[in-house]
């Protein structure tokens, strides 16, 4: 007679306990209340209560409503909408504690996101790392992580300086279209990052494809906008059937995002082609009009994987999907709005414009441009930096995570397929900072110095896994665009034919990023010296 071996049966012993142990987990789980929410109807839940607008204005009232507690000292630190969006739990996060206790210390059950159906499929956002699983895109996201990590992200630098100093020129010599020259610039330098294609030219077709795309982007990936991302069985229903509307609408935003996958990479695969071509016959250069391919992500990708001497983890359509990601990331308005609301910011505070000037000018005596170099000698436009990202959210409801598995929480059920959006706009505005309306960029300082012990609001990056791997790229960006703004302007309101102030409306458009709507201001130099820096910095530049 055969018998096991104890090792076995201790094996079998363990797993019978584990499978035990699951199984009165779950059954104790569904016993618990769903956390607060609002009222629901059979069937629907809670589909028409969700506005198609400014939805986290909405959870951040039901958050304080239906949690039976203050929002700016949250006890209850998330709410269920129980079956909201006809069968889909959407479990909103409204302060640091819940946040930080789900998305970062239990990121193994919250790193997915939906695979919005609307979006992904229909519109052909596939290729975006951001979005569905987190395993299934492992490969691109670990090139992305390696291509913009704080260390390897400073050898941006150069193009990010070159994107300011152009920006300068543009704001001095057109100031009126200061919103057009803020996206210009966040797409000529993710460009050159990504593609190592120049856009100078203002009206550039990459700069303006990724605006539109992303703009569609922007719209489809709220939560409750789309019907078909709730019920995903609606994409099968005849592009005339009444109600199809979304169907038609897809057709034409999917050729948008594919020139933003397709366009760039096959440039810079053109250029890679013609430098090879020149190596091999200088005189082929004579019969061209194009230059040779520059450094840049992709370039650098494609030439490791043609080189026998290295052997890549990855192929050539991870290369193709990463760019693209990258391209979405840093073409998307969140540059464009957080340098809009720091415009806004200082048409509000011109008491918090000055200080941050005479802080510049001790350190430059109007001699030079601010460079990253002096970061660290200028705590306040540092300070002005993080609060521009509290005080108006680029993104107010963050990117909704998907809970794979029922999990608890406070003595909560949280049901397996819930979305699980951060509510930045309440957790910035109101449960970690006091006076959360007034513009203070003092409250990050202490001494002279940036405080630690304050919060930082670079949060909005996001948590866990699904951190945002450009943030160090980004947060780079717009210090040195604030900075040198802040060097050579004065930003102030501004007045109609008879004189009087033009007041902004301080009104944003809603979306998953949230942009101000385009106001008017002035942008004057500073001196006759400030123009004559800037005019310097433009023509050092080696790309004109």
């Given amino acids: 007679m055969l018998t096991a071996s104890p090792i076995i049966l201790c094996t079998i012993l363990v797993v019978l306990a584990m499978l035990t142990f699951k199984l009165r987990m779950r059954n104790r789980r569904s016993k618990l209340p769903l956390p607060p929410g609002p009222p629901k109807l059979p069937l629907v839940g809670n589909l028409f209560d969700v506005p198609s607008t400014f939805q986290w204005q909405m959870y951040a009232r039901w958050s304080k409503q239906?949690?039976?507690c203050d929002v700016l000292v949250t006890a209850a630190n998330y709410f269920a909408n129980g079956n909201n969006l006809a069968g889909t739990s959407v479990i909103v996060l409204s302060s640091l504690e819940a946040t930080d206790a789900l998305l970062e210390k239990r990121s193994s059950l919250y790193s997915d996101r939906d695979a919005l159906t609307m979006v992904t499929e229909l519109m052909g956002w596939y290729f975006n790392i951001g979005a569905g699983s987190f395993t299934e895109k492992r490969t691109h996201r670990r090139l992305f992580n390696q291509a913009f990590n704080l260390k390897?992200?400073?050898?941006?630098?150069?193009?990010?300086l070159t994107g300011t100093h152009m920006l300068l020129g543009r704001l001095l010599f057109s100031p009126e279209g200061f919103m057009d020259h803020f996206r210009q610039m966040a797409g000529e330098i993710i460009m050159s990052v990504a593609y190592g294609i120049d856009v100078l030219p203002s009206d550039n077709p990459y700069v303006t494809l990724a605006h539109k795309a992303v703009q569609t982007?922007?719209?489809?990936?709220v939560p409750g906008v789309?019907?078909?991302n709730t019920i995903p069985i609606l994409k099968y229903i005849p592009r005339w059937f009444p109600g199809a509307g979304f169907k038609r609408q897809a057709e034409e935003w999917l050729k948008?995002?594919?020139?933003?996958?397709?366009?760039p990479f096959a440039e810079t695969k053109r250029q890679m082609v013609f430098s090879l071509c020149v190596q091999c016959n200088p005189g082929y250069s004579k019969h061209q009009d194009s230059g040779t391919a520059p450094p840049s992500f992709t370039a650098d990708s494609l030439q490791a994987l043609n080189d026998p001497a290295k052997e890549p983890y990855y192929k050539e359509h991870h290369v193709q999907q990463t760019a693209g990601t990258m391209y979405i990331g840093g073409a998307a308005d969140t540059t464009v709005s957080a340098l809009s609301t720091f415009v806004l910011a200082m048409l509000a505070?011109?008491?918090a414009q000055k200080k941050a000037q005479a802080e510049i000018d001790s350190l430059t005596a109007g001699m030079y441009l601010p460079s990253f170099e002096d970061e660290a000698s200028l705590p306040y436009v540092s300070a002005i930096v993080k609060e521009v990202i509290r005080w108006e959210n680029v993104t107010p409801f963050a990117v909704p995570r998907l809970l794979g598995t029922e999990d608890e929480y406070r003595g909560y059920r949280l049901p397996a397929g819930s979305l699980v959006p951060n509510l930045w706009y309440a957790?910035?505005?109101f449960n970690v900072y006091p006076e959360p309306h007034a513009f203070k960029p003092e409250r990050f300082l202490l001494d002279g110095k940036l405080n630690p012990a304050v919060k930082n609001p670079e949060v909005a990056f996001g948590f866990g896994r699904r951190m945002c791997p450009g943030r160090h790229m980004a947060l780079s960006s717009i210090w040195i665009t604030v900075a040198s703004i802040l060097a050579t302007f004065d930003i102030t309101k501004a007045v109609d034919e008879e004189g009087k102030v033009i007041e902004p409306s301080y009104e944003y458009l809603s979306g998953l990023i949230s942009t101000p709507l385009p106001f008017k201001c002035s942008f004057t130099p500073r001196s006759q010296d400030a123009a004559a820096l800037i005019k310097a910095a433009v023509k050092a530049e080696p790309r004109l």
């Avoid at 948008?256 to 366009?263: F, H, K, Q, V, Y």
């Fill in 152 to 160: 390897a992200s400073r050898k941006y630098e150069p193009q990010e």
């Fill in 349 to 351: 505070n011109p008491t």
């Fill in 217 to 221: 982007f922007s719209i489809a990936s």
């Fill in 66 to 68: 239906y949690a039976k």
């Fill in 226 to 228: 789309y019907l078909v």
């Fill in 256 to 263: 948008l995002s594919r020139g933003m996958l397709e366009l």
């Fill in 427 to 429: 957790i910035l505005s």
